[in-house]
T-cell receptor, first 111, second 117 residues
Framework: GQQLNQSPQSMFIQEGEDVSMNCTSS?????WLWYKQDPGEGPVLLIA?????ELTSNGRLTAQFGITRKDSFLNISASIPSDVGIYFC???????????FGAGTRLTVKP | GAVVSQHPSWVICKSGTSVKIECRSLDFQATTMFWYRQFPKQSLMLMATSNEGSKATYEQGVEKDKFLINHASLTLSTLTVTSAHPEDSSFYIC?????????????FGNGTRLTVT
């Protein structure tokens, strides 16, 4: 299926630092989403992007839908310990009903 | 809004038995629900798309006779792992989208951890 390349695979940062992660694909996506998953739980939606070039914020989180429709990034500013978890990007193809997920970025925040 | 409830949250069963996992959309109707499987430290792998009132669509490599899906109402889909084996042990997650809202985000249940002994 259509592959999403998410990087980095993992990050170890100090509390207060900013974080950036991204997803790229060879396919054009209609929608980009960013989810966070805590251990033993299902993913929770953070930000949804619907238009190329769209830049959306949710508190300390900011995500952008790339102009080419083939990539997206997520930034977290001033990280805190509860930001720890796995962040997944997800893309939906046009005229397709399901989502494809990146491999995830495992974030560790040291107090 | 858009709450998806999954039950049970964990289950331990013996090899050879069958296990049923339920996925409910609590405050919305979902024509389509999705079932994913996740191994430790890996991403979500789509297993099948569950369609209300019709047969599920399975991804390549997923045995439809092994993983039975029933979507009898607009708020409930079930996944039954038949004749479970230890290699079926995994984290199973369902998701749903608002009916008629193609392109809207998926909302996920909290997952079911299956352990087959």
């Amino acid at each position: 299926g259509q592959q999403l390349n998410q990087s980095p695979q993992s990050m170890f940062i100090q509390e207060g630092e900013d974080v950036s992660m991204n997803c790229t694909s060879s396919s054009i996506f209609n929608t980009w989403l960013w989810y966070k998953q805590d251990p033993g739980e299902g993913p929770v939606l953070l930000i949804a992007l619907y238009k190329a070039g769209e830049l959306t914020s949710n508190g300390r989180l900011t995500a952008q839908f790339g102009i080419t429709r083939k990539d997206s990034f997520l930034n977290i500013s001033a990280s805190i310990p509860s930001d720890v978890g796995i962040y997944f990007c997800a893309g939906q193809l046009k005229n397709n009903n399901d989502m494809r997920f990146g491999a995830g970025t495992r974030l560790t925040v040291k107090p | 809004g858009a709450v998806v409830s999954q039950h049970p949250s964990w289950v331990i069963c013996k090899s050879g038995t069958s296990v049923k996992i339920e996925c409910r959309s609590l405050d919305f109707q979902a024509t389509t629900m999705f079932w994913y499987r996740q191994f430790p430290k890996q991403s979500l792998m789509l297993m099948a798309t569950s369609n209300e009132g019709s047969k599920a669509t399975y991804e390549q490599g997923v045995e439809k006779d092994k993983f039975l899906i029933n979507h009898a109402s607009l708020t409930l889909s079930t996944l039954t792992v038949t004749s479970a084996h230890p290699e079926d042990s995994s984290f199973y997650i369902c998701s749903a989208r608002l009916q008629g809202a193609r392109g809207s985000p998926l909302h996920f249940g909290n997952g079911t951890r299956l352990t087959v002994t």
